[in-house]
Nanobody, 114 residues
């Protein structure tokens, strides 16, 4: 099982970034996926989740209306579109597969700063 995140970087407040997580080694279309984030000195936080078909999504209150999670089962990839970014969104963003035993990517850094 492998999850590889990409798309992080530096964004200005109010800006946008799109994260991608490419999956391999399991039946991607069967399992839900989640994005988490972890800021320095803080606990890991669930940011968004999506079911296997992409029809049901969930978000932490702090990102509702700004972030959108989606997936492409043919490409075995899950995305996190982040708009109206705030400095408090700065964190390492990790994707996770809801498979037995769990699986995590290595994370991608998102920094929001002027």
């Amino acid at each position: 099982v492998q999850l590889v995140e990409s798309g992080g970087g530096l964004a200005q407040p109010g800006g946008s970034l799109t994260l991608s997580c490419a999956a391999s080694g399991f039946f991607f279309s069967v399992y839900g996926m989640r994005w988490y984030r972890q800021a320095p000195g803080k606990e890991r936080e669930l940011v968004a989740g999506i079911d296997s078909a992409g029809g049901v999504t969930e978000y932490v209150d702090s990102v509702k209306g700004r972030f959108t999670i989606s997936r492409d089962n043919r490409k075995k990839t899950v995305y996190l579109q982040m708009n109206s970014l705030k400095p408090e969104d700065t964190a390492v963003y990790l994707c996770s597969a809801r498979i037995p035993g769990g699986a995590w990517g290595q994370g991608t850094q998102v920094t929001v700063s002027s």
